[in-house]
């Protein structure tokens, strides 16, 4: 049976405008119907999937709290055991037995020149006074027609992700379905374990810092480590556009890595969001063969059939 590794994005988790627990229970079920043709085709599925909007909540709740504030890598290992909780629940045994959730960590390398260059706004909104008594580094956002603040994070480049021997012992034929690298896994660098024998320890410790990485690039290489088929990135836009937002917006249909290898180079994705999925695609066709998606939940079957979505493949 073909193995694929689906990554699930913000709205299949979470619409805009929603947070409470009940409407992502909801959302997640409708996310379980669109993924039947994996169920008819007998697909052995890993999940991977975001946090935006979940760590965003939790942010905005610290703000409104008096407790101790937790640090953002903490919270990202929080909003993956809740996210992929919430999925057991959800999916139930639709793909095989219940799914396993894997607290992933992804390690990034510390002289990663994005740590220079902050550039994912995450968390709440503030105001220009706010923003002065916040000690993270902000920047200038548009909202409702005026200036507001957001925190800003570096997004570096996973070099691997720490838990992979484990991921792949777990994802066997007929294991059962493994959620894991959620919201693109934990940033970490290996460090001084704190026993205070520096170099001389015996003990390599792995700690947080504070960034957050993209999930397609982590989805890639859990595809690349599992020998996956297929990679499936699902998100709110059914295909991948050629001037994306103007009149002249097209789908990308069947294409290839060199294709878009060239469409990245003029600068057709936006960072942060469309660039890091069709970076995904061309790493792992490239890598591995095999197919990779981009599509949304709701024509995944159709694009399973060749019919929809942006389908990237090896040319002929
Ligand atoms: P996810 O949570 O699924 O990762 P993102 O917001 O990161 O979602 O990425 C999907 C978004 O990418 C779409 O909602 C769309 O607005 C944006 N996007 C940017 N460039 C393009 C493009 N060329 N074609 C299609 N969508 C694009
Ligand atoms: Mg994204």
Redesign the pocket.
């Known amino acids: 049976m073909p193995r694929a590794i689906v990554a699930l ?4 988790l979470l619409r805009s405008g929603e947070g409470t627990v009940a409407e992502q229970r909801e959302r997640m079920r409708e996310t379980r119907e669109n993924l039947r043709p994996l169920r008819e085709r007998d697909y052995d599925v890993v999940f991977t999937h ?1 946090n ?1 909007p979940q760590v965003g909540n939790r942010l905005l709740a610290e703000e409104e709290s008096s407790g101790p504030a937790e640090p953002l890598d903490v919270v990202g290992a929080e909003t993956q055991a809740q996210v992929g909780y919430l999925l057991q629940g959800a999916f139930g045994d639709a793909f095989g037995p219940d799914p396993a959730v894997v607290i992933t960590r992804t390690r990034v390398d510390p002289d990663d020149p994005a740590f220079e260059d902050p550039t994912k706004p995450i968390g709440p909104y503030y105001t220009e006074s706010e923003v002065t008594e916040q000690p993270f580094e902000t920047t200038e956002v548009h909202r409702d027609g005026g200036t507001a603040y957001r925190r800003v994070v570096p997004s570096p480049r996973p070099t691997s992700v720490l838990e992979i021997d484990r991921i792949r012992t777990l994802v066997r034929d007929d294991a059962g379905p493994v959620i894991c690298g959620g919201g693109g896994g934990v940033p970490v660098v290996a460090a001084d374990d704190g026993d205070g024998a520096g170099e001389n320890s015996d003990t390599t410790c792995f700690e947080g810092v504070p960034a957050v990485i ?3 690039h982590t989805s890639r290489l859990v595809a690349e480590a599992v020998d996956a088929d297929e990679l499936l ?5 059914d ?4 001037d ?2 103007t009149e002249d ?1 097209r789908p990308i249909g069947a294409t290839t890595p060199s294709e878009l290898r060239a469409h990245l180079d003029a600068g ?3 960072a ?6 069709i970076e995904a695609c061309v790493d792992f066709v490239e890598a591995v063969g095999g197919r990779a998606i981009l599509t949304s939940p709701a024509r995944l079957g159709d694009a399973l059939r060749d019919e929809a979505g942006t389908r990237v493949t090896h040319a002929e």
């Open positions: 994005g913000g709205n299949t975001g935006g993209d999930k397609d990135l699902l998100t709110d836009v295909a991948a556009y050629l994306y937002g917006q057709e994705f936006a942060g969001s469309m660039q890091p999925k």
